[in-house]
């Protein structure tokens, strides 16, 4: 059974950093993507940012381009969301999903999420 976990999410100030983990376990996916995603109420869900698992390609939304780092350790089978100068509209419930296809935007396993709140 696949699972992926999310965890580091919390709350932080205008400014300040958080570092999301996505841990997945059940099955290998080395020919896979791992994406990030963000829900905002009455929004449609944003894919983040996105890694493929073998050769580590990236890939960030506009609005988060230079703030916002993906990697992942693939012996730990975690992918992390390295989250700089985080704006109150950053907000958001943040979960992880795989992908066969990158960017990571069609997620065939996701996580539960986990919240980030930025506060002005």
């Known amino acids: 059974q696949v699972q992926l976990v999310e965890s580091g999410g919390g709350l932080v100030q205008a400014g300040g950093s958080l570092r999301l983990s996505c841990t997945h376990s059940g099955r290998t996916f080395s020919s896979y993507a791992m994406g990030w995603f963000r829900q905002l109420p009455g929004k449609d869900d944003e894919l983040v940012a996105s890694i493929t698992f073998r050769s580590g390609v990236t890939y960030y939304l506009d609005s988060v381009k230079g703030r916002v780092t993906i990697s992942r350790d693939n012996a730990k089978n975690t992918v992390y969301l390295q989250m700089n100068s985080l704006k109150p509209e950053d907000t958001a419930v943040y979960y992880c999903?795989?992908?066969?296809?990158?960017?990571?935007?069609?997620?065939?396993?996701r996580g539960q999420g986990t919240q980030v709140t930025v506060s002005s």
């Open positions: 999903g795989i992908s066969g296809v990158f960017p990571a935007r069609i997620i065939d396993y």
